[in-house]
């Protein structure tokens, strides 16, 4: 398999950037409500909203639901019913929910359970730094909970500006007191920001399985069919010559979640001449792990946009 860039053409662009212009529903200050009630009542008392919002979602948004139904083609072995495509929405609520106890150190709230966390010592024990690969697969705050328990570790994100400056203000209205530590992408200055970071040992956490649509990406089997995968992380990673961790929140019912790290890559050792044969052995990797875990926690897939760009008819 060769990392070849495709020529995509400009409706692939605009299709691949879907859910970077799809406006965002609901508004800050229905946030901050939602949030005042959360905290006054708790989690378990406030969590009978969630089923009215994702009710509304379920009968209200076709495209929504139509996505849903071609991932779950692909990740259930059976054939997707409603009550699946609510089960998802309903995951992804609650992971949203969430987030509210979770930013403001909640954690006693939740069973948490991390495997592989041996992983995460070494590379914090180098003391190198280390890239988090992760994915729109359960929920990335949850992973904080391994930071909270240490102070020496420093985790920041690497998104793209645009979303990085929603994500920022949705944090902010959660828990204004404790800002996120975010790295808008897109400048140079990005780059010598999380060089920066890595230098001083820090964890840096990238989502690797969107694309802008105008950055280079490669097609790989991903549950069936070919996807398009940006190669901008990787060759972060490779250039720093740093660890590559993958690791996801996966949301497991109730209040329990399980943290799932596992090894992708290590270009600590390696030189130019290697570095597009070990990117390629990254990316393949990467992709191979985001899909066993779709497959383990089906309803943990939070793309609701045309990831794989079919065609409408393809329903």
Not at 17 to 28: C, F, I, M, T, Y
Not at 63 to 75: E, K, S, V
Not at 85 to 100: E, G, I, M, N, Y
Not at 186 to 215: K, P, S, Y
């Amino acid at each position: 398999m060769s990392l070849r860039v495709p020529n995509g053409g400009a409706s692939r662009r605009r299709n691949a950037q879907a859910w970077v212009s799809k406006p965002e529903r609901g508004n800050l200050s229905l946030l901050r409500a939602m949030t005042a009630l959360s905290l006054r009542c708790g989690r378990r008392l406030s969590r009978p909203v969630l089923y009215l919002i994702v009710s509304y979602y379920w009968l209200a948004a076709p495209a929504t639901a139509r996505h849903i139904r071609r991932y779950q083609r692909r990740a259930l072995k059976d054939q997707p019913r409603a009550r699946d495509r609510f089960r998802q929405l309903l995951s992804f609520a609650t992971c949203v929910h969430d987030r509210v106890f979770l930013l403001n150190d909640r954690y006693a709230d939740f069973e948490i359970e991390v495997r592989n966390e041996i992983l995460l010592e070494r590379v914090l024990a180098r003391g190198q730094g280390c890239f988090l690969m992760g994915a729109h697969l359960g929920s990335f705050e949850i992973t904080r909970s391994f930071g909270v328990q240490r102070p020496q570790v420093s985790v920041a994100m690497a998104m793209y500006a645009e979303n990085a400056r929603k994500i920022s203000a949705v944090l902010a209205a959660i828990n204004p007191r404790s800002p996120p530590s975010i790295i808008a992408l897109g400048n140079i200055d990005a780059m010598l920001q999380i060089r920066a970071r890595l230098d001083a040992g820090a964890f840096v956490g990238m989502l690797a399985d969107r694309t802008l649509g105008d950055e280079p990406t490669v097609p790989l089997d991903f549950l069936g069919s070919r996807a398009p995968f940006p190669l901008g992380p990787w060759r972060a990673a490779a250039l720093m010559r740093r660890p590559v961790l993958f690791i996801a929140g996966l949301y497991c019912g109730g209040n329990r979640y399980r943290i799932v790290v596992d090894e992708v890559a290590d270009f600590s050792l390696t030189e130019a001449a290697g570095r597009q044969q070990a990117i390629q052995a990254a990316i393949v990797r990467y992709v191979e792990i985001l899909e066993g875990y779709c497959r383990q926690y089906p309803y943990n897939w939070f793309n609701f946009f045309d990831f794989w760009h079919e065609r409408p008819s393809t329903t």
